[in-house]
Every structure is written in C-alpha cells, then in structure tokens.
C-alpha cells in the first residue's frame, strides 16, 4: 500500500517549501499526496453567511495550491481537503490517516505561515503520524546524511529505528547523538569527579550501542556514526544537523493528557529547524 502524505499548505512562503519537500519525497517513493487547508475558526463569526465565505475562501486556497503543485511537475495522486475549524484539532484528526504529515516553518511573524508555521509545534504534538517540518531556506550540498536523538527512551528508539530506515533509503549515513549536560547546581560542582563523568560516558555508549542494535542487519550497507557530545541535548543536535539532509527526533507523547506536551528536545530543535525535522511518534502509545 503506498505511503500517503499529507501537506499543509496556506499559499505562504513557508507552506510552498514544504510543499516542494513533500512532493519530490511523494515522487520518489510513489507516495500519494493530499492537501489540506484549514480556515481558522477563531476569528470568525458563527454565523451561516460567515462560516460558508471561509469555506469557500478555503476550497480557492486549496485550488490555487493543487494548481501550483501540479505546475512543479508532480504527476502522482493528488486530492485535496478544505474545511473551516480549529486548525489543530483538524489536523489531528486528518493526521490519523496519513503516514507523514508535512508543514511549513514558522517564520516569526504572527501571520508568516500561518497556522501550519505558528502551530507546528502543537501539532507535531498532537498527531497521530510522523511530523515532517521543513525549513524555508534549503540545505545545499548537505555534508552529513540522517542525523538523531539518543537518550535511552522508547520514544527515541522509535526515532532510531525511522532514522535508520531514511538512511537507507537515501543511501547516505546515520549519525546516532547522544547528548549529556551535568546538573548545573551552583555550588555543587565538586560532586562531579572523573569517575563520575567516566560513569556518564559509559552510559551514553551503552545508551547508544542498544539503540543501534540490530540495525546492522536490517540495513547491512548503512554506515552509523556515533557521537557522544558533553553539551545540552538541543545544542549538541542544531550543531551537529546544521548541514545534514534529515534530522529525526522522538515525542514523548503519551496518553490524553502528555500528548499536548512535546519533549524539550523535539521542541527545541523545531523552533530552529537546522534542516528539515521528522518528529515521529513512539509506537508504544
């Protein structure tokens, strides 16, 4: 069954680099594509007159956007959702259908992007599939292929394990990070002795080793480089990724309520964009 991916889009800047990432990954794995546009709710009177205005404004939007997709060469499956709502809760729910879910960054501006920019944050917390955000500006002759997160938890080895995979699809290398900062306690930095940050390093490799366990013989060709980097997690990551192809995070969504939350790293990383970001989610939720 071919993968389906669903991209925002809202006509602005941000939403046509998005749109471009997606199609040309639509493109080579054969993927069918749906576009989805949301009219904002929020400001808008509830009345019938006003309610059928955005859903119209909406379905021209959608228009215009399945127009300028076909205008950049994609020939693959093509559909389109246009509806007025919360612009979160729509994109959850549409997510639930999708294989990955492609949005826009946000550029700074209360308007620049619109929602799928504001909220992409948000959303990458809430949906039910891979997030893919992807910066405006393109990396241009990445040096670095797959890069991701290590921290010994499930939500990053469910990110491992969607890394690896790109990697090899790519044909290019997957950099393991795993990030450790000490306690910043003033006062107490004598407890941290060599032993004890020996003790850290071990960890970190140990971390890393069983995260990549196995790897090796589903993707027998894939190089893995594995870093371990004595810096905060956030840092460590938007440097390493600066010039790679893909960075892939984990979420630590889980349940109805840590759902709405997501991990300080995947949020961090997301406000930055070093490159494009896939947040995934961790299959045991």
């Known amino acids: 069954m071919a ?53 119209r404004a909406s379905e021209q939007m959608l228009e215009a956007e399945r127009d300028y997709a076909r205008s950049l060469g994609f020939e693959g499956e093509l559909t389109g959702t246009a509806v007025v709502g919360h612009p979160i809760v729509e994109v959850e729910v549409a997510s639930q259908r999708a294989d990955l879910l492609v949005l826009g960054e946000h550029a700074g501006s209360k308007w620049a992007g619109s929602f799928f920019g504001t909220r992409a944050v948000k959303i990458a917390a809430v949906a039910h599939c891979p997030v893919a955000v992807i910066p405006t500006t393109p990396v241009t002759n990445p040096t670095r292929g797959v890069v991701v997160g290590i921290d010994g938890s499930e939500p990053a080895q469910a990110a491992i394990d969607y890394a690896a995979e790109e990697a090899s699809r790519r044909g290019v290398s997957l950099s393991a990070v795993y990030a450790w900062m000490p306690p910043l306690t003033p006062g107490l930095e004598y407890l941290w ?37 004595q810096a905060a997690p956030v840092s460590a990551l938007l440097q390493i ?35 494009p970001v896939i947040v995934t989610r961790d299959t045991a939720k």
């Open 3 to 55: 993968e389906n991916i669903i991209i925002g889009v809202d006509g602005s800047e941000q939403s046509r680099a998005a749109l471009a990432w997606g199609l040309e990954r639509a493109k080579e794995r054969g993927a069918t594509v749906e576009l989805l546009h949301v009219a904002d709710d929020s400001f808008l009177s509830e009345s019938v007159a006003f309610l059928s205005e955005a859903q």
């Open 193 to 229: 002795s060599e032993e004890l940050i020996e003790s850290q390093r071990q960890a970190a490799e140990e971390a890393i080793a069983i995260g990549v366990s196995g790897l090796s013989t589903r993707y027998p060709d894939l190089e893995i480089q594995r870093e371990i980097v």
């Open 241 to 275: 990724a600066e010039n790679a192809e893909l960075l892939v995070v984990g979420s630590r969504g889980r349940g109805s309520i840590s759902r709405l939350l997501l991990g300080s790293v995947s949020h961090g990383v997301l406000q930055a964009l070093p490159c």
